[in-house]
């Protein structure tokens, strides 16, 4: 029999790629602070009242793990030269067959518990379900910002305390990013995050402002060369405060801001996700937080005042209902 190489190989392309839309989240459920130093409002507002799907070829949603696979890396390091980290680091679900019990636990946490018999089981639904029939959790997230009602919030890396000789002796915000080797990774040790990272710096400013954190150290990583940057920075609360008052604007916002530009075809505009929907004629995705009746409100949840109720979830959100009426 003549095996078709060529055909395996394309199979096992499309299979991977397959398997890699399994890390597309979807909608986000708040607006992100890292997301909030992005300079147009109308942009995060479509984001944030979920108008269209984000959609992302596998190869960007490997990339975007790749970069959450590096932070452990990057605390090991600095910790290896004498930094206090404390960080959220991912968890994996185990299943111990003999005694059929379920744990949550870091990569460092299974390799101090494994016994040869533990196996991993996070990408199998039955298990998840059945480890959450009975109480098994992952840890919540250690460090949180959340504001506006809880529609607003992010996550930060870290907070770390660097060593005395430094001379900083308090806690400091930790912030750890991956970058392709470029202009933005050459000129950030002359210019810093705050000229050559914009949107970084806002989030880095938020974090501190709400989390009284005076400076933060911010970490690169060239993807291609394992070269680094850093900047350690002191942090601009009047900016962080801004930026809040941002997010309370967008989500608070029955309508679509203003736009940035005047052309579909601007600099600010042209490689815009929502471009067709701000200048076009595109209609919204219909769902409840589009929906001139919704409303946001305590707890991160929304309010029907059609139906003068909360909407339960996200999938009735999603679903929405015949009496949809889309806020332009």
Not at 85 to 92: F, G, I, N
Not at 101 to 108: A, F, G, N, R, V
Not at 139 to 156: A, N, T, V
Request: glycine share 6%; aromatic share 10%.
């Amino acid at each position: 029999m003549t095996i078709d190489l060529s055909k395996i190989k394309q199979q096992l392309i499309e299979d991977v790629d397959q398997w890699s839309l399994k890390f597309n989240e979807g909608h986000r459920s708040h607006l992100g602070a890292s997301m909030i130093g992005k300079p147009c409002y109308r942009e995060l507002w479509y984001s944030f009242r979920w108008v269209q799907t984000p959609t992302f070829e596998p190869r960007m949603l490997r990339l975007f793990q790749t970069g959450h696979r590096e932070e452990p890396r990057f605390i090991e390091m600095l910790e290896a030269v004498g930094f206090k980290v404390s960080a959220e680091q991912k968890q994996e679900l185990y299943l111990h067959p003999e005694s059929d019990s379920y744990m949550w636990l870091t990569e460092k946490e299974f390799n101090q518990q494994n016994d040869g018999f533990i196996e991993q089981v996070s990408d199998i639904t039955e298990h998840i379900v059945e480890a959450t029939k009975q109480g098994v959790k992952p840890i919540p997230k250690q460090h949180r910002i959340s504001d506006c009602m809880g529609h607003f919030g992010g996550s930060l890396d870290g907070i770390c305390i660097p060593p005395a000789k430094y001379g900083i002796h308090e806690e400091c915000l930790l912030e750890l990013k991956t970058n392709k080797t470029g202009a933005d990774f050459t000129n950030m040790q002359k210019s810093g995050v705050s000229v050559v990272k914009p949107q970084h710096w806002a989030q880095m400013c938020t974090y501190g402002y709400k989390r009284a954190l005076h400076y933060g150290f911010y970490v690169m990583k060239d993807k291609n060369t394992d070269a680094l940057a850093f900047d350690v920075v002191e942090l601009d609360y009047k900016l962080g405060k801004y930026m809040v008052q941002k997010a309370h604007d967008i989500i608070l916002s029955e309508t679509p801001p203003a736009r940035i530009s005047k052309s579909p075809n601007s600099m600010e505009c042209k490689w815009c996700d929502f471009k067709e929907i701000c200048f076009g004629s595109k209609l919204y995705e219909k769902n409840c937080r589009n929906c001139a009746y919704s409303h946001p409100v305590e707890n991160a949840k929304w309010y029907c005042s059609k139906h003068e109720a909360e909407i339960p979830g996200k999938q009735e959100i999603l679903e929405g209902c015949s009496q949809y009426e889309e806020c332009r």
